[in-house]
């Protein structure tokens, strides 16, 4: 529990040492720079496949590079387990393609608390990179939909996906 806690304010404290310099290299942010995405995440580890509810939000302080956070919140499984809790911090790359559709890459760090059988808690914590999809809906709402490696030793990968708004 006190590592839980140790790398929840670690995260914490990262990014809010990082949020100052985001300002600064707005000066060639687009007009939406701030972005909330509400989505699904399903994840698979092994035979088992937990889900939750998520929320990320974003900055883009460059025209196609931004920082974001997720967090995840207690969620469904099924095969013994199910996610907790986690949180992650991302550099998302993008590129469009056309008017409407842009691809994009995240890499980053997430940390991730999982109850197994007998309610037992596994934590993973590790680098974690992805690709995905985005499809706009308007001038501020797209549909977002990615994979991600959560981390390479357990072999964890999920798929996001959700409706982002910006702001």
């Known amino acids: 529990m006190r590592r839980t806690m140790r790398m929840k304010l670690l995260t914490a404290i990262l990014l809010a040492c990082a949020a100052p310099a985001f300002p600064l290299l707005a000066q060639a942010a687009t007009s939406n720079s701030a972005y909330a995405t509400l989505g699904y995440t399903g994840a698979t580890l092994g035979n088992a496949h937990p889900s939750a509810w998520s929320i990320r939000a974003g900055y883009y302080f ?34 469009p393609i056309g008017r409407r559709f842009r691809v994009y890459v995240l890499a980053g760090y997430a940390y991730t608390d999982l109850i197994g059988p007998l309610g037992k808690k596994i934590t993973i914590s590790n680098l974690t990179y992805g690709a995905g999809a985005e499809l706009d809906l308007g001038s501020r709402a797209s549909l977002d939909l990615d994979y991600l490696s959560y981390n390479n030793n357990s072999k964890v990968n999920g798929i996001n996906a959700g409706v982002k708004f910006s702001f």
């Open 62 to 95: 460059a025209p196609q590079l931004a920082g974001m956070i997720q967090v995840l919140n207690r969620g469904n499984g099924d095969g013994g387990l199910v996610i907790d809790s986690g949180v992650g911090a991302f550099v998302r790359g993008e590129a």
